[in-house]
């Protein structure tokens, strides 16, 4: 007995349409659901808070190369994750409150610009000079600055 034997036509159509509705369903439900990668060429990502919650966003970081971020949600608290799940502190999205605190995130620390916001409401991007043991020099981009 060959196989059309066993499906007639209509069997066919009612598999077809069941394709067709699997197939419109899958779409509609991934494009509905997914925004895809936004690219922002700059350092800066906006806000992170739960109108943005789980998107995905391209920006650049303190060394000029791509990086994605993802707006996540960790203790109740809106922030901006690498695709590792981290938030390396000098970053824009990530600044470090002073340059101690960029040493005390990361030991391995060397000389360059980071994002720092010394307690005011907008970060700043300042050429850190590393002197260990004897403490951090900021160098500003307009003044020299010592702490």
């Known amino acids: 007995m060959s196989f059309s034997s066993?499906?007639?036509?209509?069997?066919?159509?009612?598999q077809d349409i069941m394709r067709f509705?699997?197939?419109?369903f899958a779409t509609f439900f991934i494009t509905a659901n997914c925004k895809g990668l936004i690219v922002i060429n700059d350092s800066d990502p906006g806000q992170c808070d739960k109108t943005n919650h789980g998107d995905q966003v391209l920006?650049?970081?303190r060394n000029n190369m791509e990086q994605v971020l993802t707006c996540s949600i960790d203790n109740g608290v809106y922030q901006w994750?690498?695709?590792?799940?981290?938030?390396?502190?000098?970053?824009r999205f990530?600044?470090?409150?002073?340059?101690s605190k960029i040493l005390d995130g990361n030991p391995e620390a060397?000389?360059?610009?980071?994002?720092?916001?010394?307690g005011g409401s907008d970060p700043?991007?300042?050429?850190?000079?590393i002197c260990l043991p004897t403490g951090v020099v900021i160098l500003s981009l307009e003044k020299n600055i010592v702490l």
């Open 6 to 14: 066993h499906c007639s036509p209509d069997a066919h159509l009612e």
């Open 21 to 24: 509705r699997w197939t419109f």
């Open 59 to 61: 920006v650049l970081d």
């Open 81 to 91: 994750t690498t695709a590792g799940g981290n938030r390396p502190i000098g970053e």
């Open 94 to 99: 990530s600044p470090g409150f002073d340059c």
């Open 110 to 118: 060397k000389d360059g610009l980071y994002w720092i916001h010394l």
């Open 124 to 129: 700043i991007q300042r050429y850190i000079v």
